[in-house]
Structure formats: C-alpha cells, structure tokens
C-alpha cells in the first residue's frame, strides 16, 4: 500500500515563509519586541517564529492543520519577548485558512473570530475595569477577526469571477451548438430542396435517354430527346431559382418565388409528359395555406412522383391532396412490382427528405408496399397539421 506523498508547497507559500522568517531574525538583530517581563527572553522568541514560519509553507495545502497550530505556536509565542513577524505571519495563516479551506472552514473562521474578540474584550474589561482594556480586545480582532474578514472578501470575490467565467463559458458553449444546430438544418433544409428540384428533371432524363439509346426507332428517338430537352430546360430553371435563393439578401436580383399547391396540376401534367399515367384529385382549397405546409406538400407529391417514375410498374399513379378543418392529407399511389424496361437508379435520400418534411411540421408520413383492390400498390401518405402543435403547458 502506497500513500500519496504531500503536495509540494506552493512558490508563493515559499516566499512568505522565507520572508517572514528573515523579517522576524532582523526584528530580533535589532532588539525590537513586543513583550516585556516575559520569563523566556533572549533567542526562545526564534522557536515560534521559525514554527510560524513553517506553517506558512502549508498555508495553501493544509490550511486548517495551519491555522491550529498557529495558534498554539502564537500562544507560546506570548511567553517570549515576541516577534511581529510571528504575529503577522499568523494573521496571513487566518486569511489563508478562509481563503483555501473548505466552505465550512471559510463560513465558521470568521465567525469562531467575532465571538473570541467579543469574548477577550469582555473579559478584559471585568477583569481591569478600565477603559484601556478595549486595546486588547481590539489587537485581538486585528490578529483574529480583521485577516478572516479580509479572507471572506477574497474568496466571495474570486467565486463569483469563477462563476461569471463558466457562466460566460456555458453560454459560448451553447451559441455554438445554436449555430452548429442552425447550420446543419440548414444544409439538410438545401439538400431537400436540391433533391426535389432537380431529382424529378434528372430522373426522367436518365430514363428516356436509355430509351433512346436502347430502342432503334427515330419516332421514339425524337420523343425521348423532347422531352430531355424539356427537362434540361425546367431543371436549369430550378437551379437557378435555388440558387437566388442562396442570395445574399442584398442582392439586386430577388429569387423567383417557392412553389405552391396551385401547382399541382403543372406537376401532374409535366409527369404525364415524362411518361406516367398520372391522374390528380384535390378535395377542398388549397389556397390561405400556411408556406411551410404547402411547400413541403408540393414538394411530397413531386418526389413521390420521381419515384413513381423511376421504379414504379407500368400503370396509372393516383394522386389525392384532402384538405380538412386542421390538417392536409397528401397520398400518392403507383403500381408495385417489377418493372420492365429503363429505370434511374435511387439513393433513399427522397423518403428521407419527405419524412423529414412532415416530421419539421409535427406531421406524419409512411411509406411502403399496400394492399389495394385485389393488388399490391405502393403508397406514400403524409398528413400535414395546418397549425404548429401547442407547446405544454400553454394555453391554447
């Protein structure tokens, strides 16, 4: 069993040490002291300046064995010529036992302090009945009271810079999560926007261009290319909107608008060109929507539209957009199987995109193989509340 070797004392425990020592020995070069008639006179008066000095070094490390046995060394000290040294140094063991002790040591020093200057002060005065006999209870509260005080201040002082400093720390802290928070939304709120812009556009160019390349007839060729060039040309428009979305908002050229519900049937139409047998449903307004909620709507039917696109099996795809007095329901149906012929290749990052989508907005979105009629479809539904959820413990 090993036992943890003491702390080494601190540089500045040092210095006092060595200088209250070299201080007391000068004191008593020159003959200056504190007692007269005391029965120990000559150099005894160098044992407790040296014990004092010695304490000093642990005034850090061990203050409250320190201040103990301080005061016992003061007390013999009172039997010499005394030294100021030693006097000093023990007030320095006082401030320092409050200042590096526990928050106990720190709450009752002081206090132990008042109530021995209150008592030796009383005591003078019953015992001499004179008023010459408050200096003692003074010189007391000097040596005693006055450094613990002084110890009091310092340490509520540097506790509460520490506490302002973590306090200070914390918040940075916290800012910085915000913005690494803000700015991760913020890239996959771009990815959302880039996938459903340009997703639809690229998949239909993929997929008619191995149309055009697989099949050796100059009709179909010509159609295939019409609508790639149509594609190209909405997708270069979609970049560019995003990009003046990435604007600063300085910039002289403002970015075109979002798109809304009333463009469903545009959407719808534009897939039936890309080669689906597409068919729209709306049932109530869809106008007065909150934004969020009609761009992420839009943005649901466009991506479930791209997928049809890519993997769906030959077929009509249905699209039903209900509106009712608190929330919008979005389904969109396609034929589920295997599929002949061309097909764009997925990466899941558009079910990722419309989950996220409905959950930003309290919302709820599945996705998966259903049966329907006899048959399995694949079915994508998402419900939209038209109001943010009241937080708890708000009125609603």
Known sequence: MHLPLPRPPHR???????????????????????????????????????AMAGLELVRRTLPWCAVAAGTLVLIADQCT??????????????????????PAAARRIPVAAGLLT???????????????????????????????????????????????????????????????????????????????????????????????????????????LETIRENSV?????????????RDAGASEEPAAAPTLDGLGALVDQARVNGLDAELTVTGATTGLPAPVGLAAYRIVQESLTNALKHASPGGVTVELRRSADRIEVRVTSPYGDRDGPRAPGSGAGLVGMRERAELLAGTFEAGPHPAAGRTVWRVRATL??????????PA
Do not use: C, K
């Not at 209870?137 to 520490?162: D, Q």
């Not at 909405?234 to 990435?246: Q, S």
């Open 118 to 224: 209150v008592a030796v002060t009383l005591g003078a005065l019953a015992v001499w009945r004179r008023p010459e006999a408050l200096l003692i209870g003074v010189a007391v509260g000097l040596v005693t009271f006055t450094p613990a005080a002084t110890g009091v201040l310092v340490r509520n002082h540097r506790e509460t810079a520490a506490a302002e400093r973590l306090r200070a720390e914390q918040t940075a802290l916290l800012a910085e999560i915000d913005r690494v928070q803000a700015v991760t939304a913020e890239r996959a709120r771009m990815a959302r926007e880039l996938h459903d812009m340009v997703a639809n556009h690229l998949s239909a160019i993929a997929i008619h261009s191995t149309a055009a390349l697989s099949i050796d007839d100059a009709a179909t060729t010509r159609t295939a």
């Open 234 to 246: 909405e997708g270069l428009a979609e970049m560019r909107r995003l990009i003046g979305l990435l």
């Open 81 to 102: 010529t005394g030294s100021l040294a030693t006097v000093l140094m023990y007030t320095d063991l006082v401030y320092a036992a409050v200042l590096y002790g526990s």
């Open 385 to 394: 509340p038209l109001e943010p959820p009241t937080p708890e413990g708000e």
């Open 12 to 50: 500045d425990d040092v210095r006092i040490a060595v200088a209250g020592l070299l201080g007391g020995l000068l004191l008593w070069v020159i003959g200056l002291g504190m007692n007269t008639g005391r029965p120990l006179g000559g150099a005894w008066l160098l044992l407790p300046l040296v």
